[in-house]
């Protein structure tokens, strides 16, 4: 089996986004008006759009290997505990691989940050499975494999998770993807039409995230 390619970013180095999402849901209904000619139909009772603030952080983690070359978990988690994040989407993970000490990061990191995980793999490799990760604050409800075209040089994947922020309020659903890395952007674009389809029928507020191999104001990005 070929080794998954580092060269997870057209730019060579680690990539970490942190976006703050200000999401409206509906919230509990507000109080009803005092009391009118009962003779009338009832209205129905108003609600209210109350925002919800999230943070959500986009993180390559190279399997745990830092730009010094060196495998170090503790300090993925460290950046990642900094920025206080409700979700996390991360790419290029290892579970139980031989080269990464046959940890199973997703469920590491999720314990060690006090989070709850999900794992999507991309392909088996070195006595375990490679691919991609959510964590999230709040508890995950249910999590999906996405199926992609594939790249040049490895499968494609994207994991989508639902859970609610907020107790009460309908289900956010959160897509984290990677996709493929070469100059000709075919495959990128064929990877963004096909998580289009996947995601266009989603009900509620969806959140998409990850390495995208691309840059703003690029087709792949426009479509997405």
């Known amino acids: 089996m070929r080794a998954p390619s580092h060269r997870s970013s057209r730019h060579h180095s680690a990539i970490l986004a942190l976006a703050l999402l200000v999401i409206g849901v509906a919230a509990t209904p507000a109080p009803s008006a005092p009391p009118v000619d009962r003779s009338l139909p009832p209205k129905p009772a108003p609600t209210t759009t109350a925002p919800i603030a999230l943070r959500v952080l986009s993180y390559n983690i190279r399997h745990g290997v830092g730009m010094d070359d060196v495998l170090d978990l503790e300090r993925i988690a460290r950046v990642i505990a900094a920025q206080r994040p409700d979700l996390v989407l991360l790419q290029e993970v290892d579970e139980r691989v031989r080269r990464s000490g046959a940890v199973d990061q997703a469920a590491w990191l999720g314990d060690r940050l006090g989070m709850h995980h999900a794992f999507a793999p991309f392909m ?14 709040s508890p995950i409800e249910a999590s999906e494999t996405i199926p992609l075209p594939p790249g040049q040089h490895e499968p494609r994947a994207a994991l989508a998770i639902t859970t609610r922020p907020v107790a009460g309020t309908p289900p956010l659903r959160a897509v984290c993807v990677h996709f493929d890395w070469l100059d000709d952007d075919s495959r990128r674009m064929a990877q963004a039409e096909a998580l289009v389809a996947a995601v266009s029928a989603s009900r509620g507020p969806v959140v998409v995230g990850g390495d995208f191999n691309d840059v703003l104001g690029s087709r792949t990005m426009k479509h997405c």
């Open 124 to 137: 088996d490799y070195q006595g375990g499975r490679y691919g991609l990760a959510i964590l999230s604050r």
